[in-house]
């Protein structure tokens, strides 16, 4: 059984949802919690729409060129059939008869033209809805898009489809019946859906491989085959008559050799957009239409979505009529006809349609209001039904999103005032960023200015720091120094100094391995802690040091200054310091006993302060 044959690579998807919006069966959805879209292949009737509309190549069909090559390479004979829209495609071939030549170069045994299947499907028809009439009115099997719309969507219409297989199957058939029951078949097409054909028939309608216009080019492009060094070859018998015209949608009422004149045709041809609609209408208007139906998704097979992109309707339509002119130019009529008679008449040719309806519960009430709610909302709870999204009407959609097979997003017009709203917000926000920014800069001026002030601050710190007499050290939370002076590198000793000449001032250096550990312990403290200060005597190197800690900064800033006690300069200030320190902690004292003292304080006082001032 065939793979799954359109398919979606949602590595390449980008969500546009113009896949879903396009397809004409709603085939493609969104499904659960994924915001890619989903090929339903149960719903699919492989129009190809989807492929032409992905603007991002995310939509592919199977690839059916490595399993030609390997029939090919077999010992198998193989015979190629070709879609009689080849002059359309192969704009750049002169001569039909070399580009049959090139098919043959591929390896195929024996190559022949659909055009055949199409004369004796033809005929059939003739007979059924004209020479034998019996008041039932029929829509043509050629299609098998159209075949699948009306198995998958309309079943009831099954008896109204002509009961004869499609012109390639006709063709199958013919072509075992003249070389061997053992032949293995690939059509050539610009048909998509027609790669289900591998799978619809067995026995002598098998068709064994499907392959595209767009394959058959990549094939000659792979094995180097052009028309340059290709000769003349016509295709192998049974030849086609009118049923060259098949690619042109009333070509088949042509090959029917009916009056199709507009007065006195009983069959209507309809194709591209309208053909769905033409189905809808055959089935619900049949008592009033009264007439056969020739259907064709396309815009006729010259524009299949197994042709190159780009092709141009009107210019493939003048070269497929001009090919089909030079070809029945000297036509064997007789011949022909005397094939026909032979060959129109196997049972083979019979077909059996199947009811594949597949449909989903059908929504609540409330899920179908609510959708509806969020569609309406953004415009005054109005239903527009524009069909943009691709349903008919708003509730259709509202339909679609609550079986959660359709998203909001697919609605235009939602879209579109959103999109306005958006523009609006974003205009407002860009207004309000350009203030925003406006104001940034000027902070960023100032911020400047204070950075440069700082540092000439810091500069000026430093300078005053560093001439200092006593020794003064600022340092971190992480304990690291950040300023000291040369006082302070002096009372730390020679070794100190040699870490100076290649670390100036210390700058970074840690500074637990400098001082002792209680000192670090209380530096710490004064750190964490909102205690102001802490003055004590330690010894540092043999020397005793007066050592004052205070707080710069909690948590992050603290300075310690060192004062030499054996410094000649430090000890007269040291000592009056320490002597003002006795005073006032004896003034604490006296102040605490004054009650009991009295008049000895007094005196205390005095004979202190005279102390002080004999000394100085």
């Not at 349903?391 to 999109?419: R, W």
């Not at 100032?446 to 050290?473: C, P, W």
Request: glycine share 6%; aromatic share 8%; net charge negative.
């Amino acid at each position: 059984m065939l793979e799954q044959v359109i398919r979606l690579e949602k590595s390449q998807c980008k969500a546009c949802y113009s896949c879903i919006r396009a397809c004409p069966v709603k085939a493609i959805h969104v499904q659960g919690n994924s915001v890619f879209p989903y090929i339903e292949e149960n719903k699919c009737i492989l129009c190809g729409t989807c492929i032409g509309i992905c603007a991002y190549n995310a939509i592919t069909y199977f690839d059916s060129r490595k399993s030609v090559k390997q029939l090919l390479n077999s010992n198998e004979k193989v015979v190629a059939i070709c879609a009689p829209s080849i002059a359309g495609e192969f704009d750049d071939i002169t001569d039909y008869r070399k580009f049959v030549k090139m098919i043959r170069l591929l390896g195929f045994s024996y190559v022949t033209e659909m055009a055949f299947g199409v004369d004796v499907i033809a005929g059939k028809y003739r007979k059924l809805t004209h020479d034998e009439f019996k008041g039932r009115y029929y829509i043509t099997s050629c299609c098998p898009s159209i075949v699948a719309l009306i198995e998958k969507f309309y079943p009831e219409l099954i008896a109204n489809l002509i009961p004869f297989v499609s012109p390639i199957a006709a063709c199958a058939i013919v072509a075992r019946k003249v070389y061997g029951n053992d032949l293995k078949v690939v059509h050539i097409t610009p048909c998509v859906a027609a790669k289900k054909e591998v799978g619809r028939n067995t026995g002598l309608a098998k068709v064994n491989e499907v392959l595209t216009f767009k394959e058959l080019r990549q094939l000659f492009e792979e094995f180097k085959i052009s028309e340059t060094f290709s000769e003349y070859s016509d295709f192998d018998e049974p030849l086609g008559y009118k049923g060259s015209m098949y690619p042109i949608s009333q070509g088949f009422l042509e090959a029917t050799g009916l009056d199709i004149s507009l007065l006195k045709e009983n069959s209507i041809t309809a194709d591209g957009k309208s053909s769905v609609h033409a189905v809808k209408q055959f089935c619900e208007h049949y008592n009033a239409i009264k007439h056969n139906f020739n259907i064709f998704f396309c815009e006729g097979c010259i524009m299949g979505p197994g042709t190159s992109e780009g092709g141009e309707k009107f210019k493939r339509y003048a070269l497929v009529k001009d090919y089909i002119n030079r070809r029945l130019a000297n036509f064997d009529v007789k011949k022909w006809q005397s094939q026909m008679d032979a060959h129109s008449h196997y049972n083979e040719l019979n077909a059996i349609f199947v009811n594949k309806k597949y449909e989903l519960p059908p929504p609540g009430e409330l899920e179908v209001k609510i959708a509806l709610n969020r569609i309406t909302k953004r415009n005054n709870n109005k239903e527009v039904n524009c069909g943009a999204c691709g349903f008919d009407t708003c509730l259709g959609l509202a339909c679609a999103i609550a079986k959660q097979i359709a998203t909001l997003e697919m609605c235009v017009t939602n879209a579109q005032i959103n999109n306005r709203e958006t523009s609006h917000v974003s205009k407002k926000l860009n207004e309000e960023l350009d203030m925003v920014r406006s104001e940034l800069d000027v902070t960023k001026a100032a911020l400047d200015e204070t950075q440069m002030l700082l540092y000439a601050k810091n500069e000026a710190l430093s300078i005053f720091i560093r001439g200092l007499h006593a020794g003064i050290v600022f340092c971190d939370e992480n304990l690291k120094i950040v300023e000291s002076n040369l006082a302070f590198i002096e009372i730390l000793g020679e070794d100190v100094k040699e870490i100076h000449d290649v670390i100036p001032y210390l700058i970074g250096a840690d500074i637990k391995t400098l001082l002792p550990p209680t000192l670090i312990t209380q530096i710490q403290f004064i750190l964490n802690h909102d205690e102001t200060q802490i003055n004590k005597d330690v010894e540092i190197e043999e020397k005793w040091v007066n050592v004052s800690i205070f707080q710069l900064i909690q948590n992050k800033l603290a300075g310690v200054v060192f004062r030499n006690l054996h410094s000649e300069e430090e000890r007269p200030e040291e000592i009056i310091h320490r002597v003002t320190e006795v005073i006032e902690e004896n003034l604490r004292q006296v102040q605490q006993i004054g009650f009991i003292l009295g008049e000895g304080a007094a005196k205390t006082e005095k004979m202190l302060n005279s102390i002080i001032k004999s000394y100085k």
